[in-house]
């Protein structure tokens, strides 16, 4: 029995049924909105088995595909943020870009300058080539704001690793 590709980067909004996944083997499916983020509800949306976890949270900062017209990327890049630097109390958020030019496993975390992990903005995750964004509204993952002062971002993507700096200025 063949195993079904990976899904990952989707979002699915007032679905009964997500998938139907009837090969027998488990189906990878992480990574995409599913319309909640309550855990149950979405396992009810499956058929057969799909690992759906980790999953997008529209209550956090989700990642976002960037819909465009034109061909998937050609190379990786990660680009600089942007507004920065950037208030929180004023901005809300910045927003990191990147570039996939294939399906790659994926991984984008925000350091403080003693290099530790404050917040994993894209836990990882398989993503589907593309160029992706991601809001950072200046909180750690249990919530807190964080100071004042220089943070950097490290993305992971695949054997590709590549690392920008953001400035919070409150």
């Known amino acids: 029995t063949p195993v079904p ?8 909004i007032d679905n009964t049924m997500a998938i139907d996944n009837r090969s027998g083997a488990l189906l990878v499916a992480q990574g995409n909105y ?17 690992d759906f976890s980790p999953y997008l949270d529209a209550e956090g900062d ?9 061909s998937l990327p050609a190379s990786f890049a990660l ?11 004023t901005v809300i958020a910045t927003v990191i870009a990147f570039d ?17 992990r404050l917040r994993d903005l894209a836990p990882p995750s398989p993503l589907a ?8 509204d200046a909180r750690d993952d249990d919530g807190r704001s964080v100071a004042s002062g220089v943070y950097f971002y490290r993305l992971r993507a695949g054997a590709s690793v ?9």
């Open 5 to 12: 590709e990976p899904v990952a980067g989707n979002i699915f």
């Open 34 to 50: 599913w319309g909640t983020s309550d855990s149950t509800a979405i396992a009810g949306l499956f058929a057969g088995e799909v």
């Open 62 to 70: 989700p990642l976002t595909a960037v819909l465009a017209t034109q």
């Open 79 to 89: 680009h600089q943020a942007w507004p920065n630097p950037f208030n929180a109390t």
């Open 100 to 116: 996939l030019p294939l399906m790659s496993l994926v991984e984008l975390t925000v350091y403080d300058v003693l290099g530790r």
């Open 129 to 136: 080539a593309g160029r992706y964004e991601v809001r950072w």
């Open 162 to 170: 590549a690392t920008g700096r953001v400035v919070l200025a409150r």
